[in-house]
């Protein structure tokens, strides 16, 4: 049977899959028509990983040539922040590399209870897809199963970790159009935290 890709490269980076799930189905998403990223095999997982499992994975691969380990997958990896943060914290402890999130920023909408300070020390950089300039926009395209709150409860995350994580930033596709990108800087203006525009290519090497 062929192994789980946990860790795979993209581009000279490092990055962690550990989850299908999602709480969204964007219309740009790469779920849509292909389950591989850059030049990497399948990222479908055959089963959640273990907290060990993907400890085991981040032993076995050579991480000479990386600095930073990015939590982004086929899955939103805020779909399991405890584990998440526990393989953070073996990271820390046996490395001294960097840990970046790319995420919806919707946690607290997925698990309620989960406190976004337990990530303070852990976490270095934290990247959310902005996605829209409004609520409405923003569930035309995410179609989050969360409806209309799911767009001030990712603004909520940006501003809550901006003050205690040193790297937090909004990105958004190009695909958007002109009109609504400077809306979304505005948005990202309001809310006091950077604006990183993406270029989407068809084969996603632009993941990051």
């Not at 189905?25 to 849509?32: D, G, K, P, S, Y």
């Not at 919806?104 to 829209?132: C, E, K, Q, W």
């Not at 695909?175 to 996603?204: F, K, M, T, W």
Request: hydrophobic share 35%; charged share 25%.
């Amino acid at each position: 049977m062929k192994a789980m890709k946990i860790f795979y490269d993209l581009n000279g980076a490092l990055y962690a899959n550990i989850t299908n799930k999602c709480p969204c189905n964007c219309t740009f998403c790469i779920r849509h028509n292909d389950e591989t990223v850059g030049e990497n095999d399948s990222l479908w997982l055959e089963h959640e990983p273990s907290v060990e499992e993907i400890e085991a994975a981040f032993d076995a691969v050579d991480k000479s040539k990386y600095s930073e380990v990015v939590f982004c997958g086929f899955g939103e990896p805020m779909e399991r922040p405890y584990e998440l943060l526990e393989v953070a914290k073996y990271i820390k402890a046996t490395t001294d590399m960097k840990i970046r999130i790319n995420t919806n920023g919707l946690v607290s909408l997925i698990h309620p209870t989960f406190d976004l300070y337990s990530m303070r020390g852990l976490i270095d950089s934290v990247s959310i897809s902005l996605n829209a300039s409004d609520p409405h926009k923003y569930l035309d395209i995410t179609k989050s199963r969360f409806g209309l709150a799911s767009y001030n409860s990712m603004l909520n995350f940006a501003i809550v970790t901006h003050s205690f994580i040193p790297d937090v930033k909004f990105t958004v596709v190009d695909v958007i159009g002109e009109e609504e990108l400077e809306l979304c800087r505005e948005r990202a203006n309001d809310v006091g935290v950077p604006l990183r525009v993406r270029s989407y290519i068809s084969n996603n090497r632009e993941y990051d």
